[in-house]
């Protein structure tokens, strides 16, 4: 396909670009923290933290009341986002953290209930009403240092503190024709699927906890400022092809998106 105008290619660029972000390569590359793809779900509280440090609270609560305070204003500026029982996962009651996530993690939670229904079409119609669980969301320091004293796994600085981390069960599921927690393997083996394409896919940062039997999950975000860059004029045109593209050549070939 031949575009002859800036003005063709700037339109291409736009109507291309949101495609041209969900690809792997170039989801890693505008990551807001280092992310390469991969299907392992092992994903060190390093880099989990990495990413949870350039995408959540700028400052984590350390206290539960100073949190609880802030928690209705934090919501009304679009900063955090109380998550509830709905059709796509089920909040286990949360003893040491709070239902509460960063915007494009529920985001992610929504994708991840969605996917899992999808897969578990093919076990059957009495799987189409499971559902994941929600184990832990929202810390503050005050009930990381709690967890500290009683488990193992809890890190001393953990993601949790910054809204944009999640564990969900891998063992625990909820049926809602029967209203039961539930565990199954068909369950256990579509969820562990869709851990596996999200990480892929470079949509989040993944360790699978066997202790806790439970995935524990930070997101990935895309950098505004770097998508804004490559929406101007020929810049997503400019990464893929650095060395033949210029808007001054009478032509450009382009291959099609598809």
Known sequence: MIYNTKTELSELNEKNVERFIEGNF?????ATA??????KLSDNNELQLMHAMANGLIEPYKS???????????IEKGILIRIIDNPLYRIKELTHSYP???PSM????????QRF?????????????YSVMVTSALRTMQTQNTLNRFNSNAADLSAHIYGTTVDISYRDFYNSTSNVIVRDANA?????EVMQDLRQECQLVVKKERKQACFHFTVVDIDPQRIAEIKKDGSMLRYLYPETFSFENSAFILKSFG
């Open 64 to 74: 539960n009341c100073s949190f609880e305070i802030d928690s209705t204003l934090l």
């Open 100 to 102: 509460y996530v960063t």
């Open 188 to 192: 256990i083996q579509a969820l562990t």
């Open 106 to 113: 529920a985001q992610l939670l929504n994708t991840i209930g």
């Open 26 to 30: 170039y989801r890693s590359s505008f």
């Open 34 to 39: 280092p992310i390469s793809p991969s299907r």
């Open 117 to 129: 229904k999808k897969k578990m079409e093919k076990y059957g119609q009495q799987y189409s009403n």
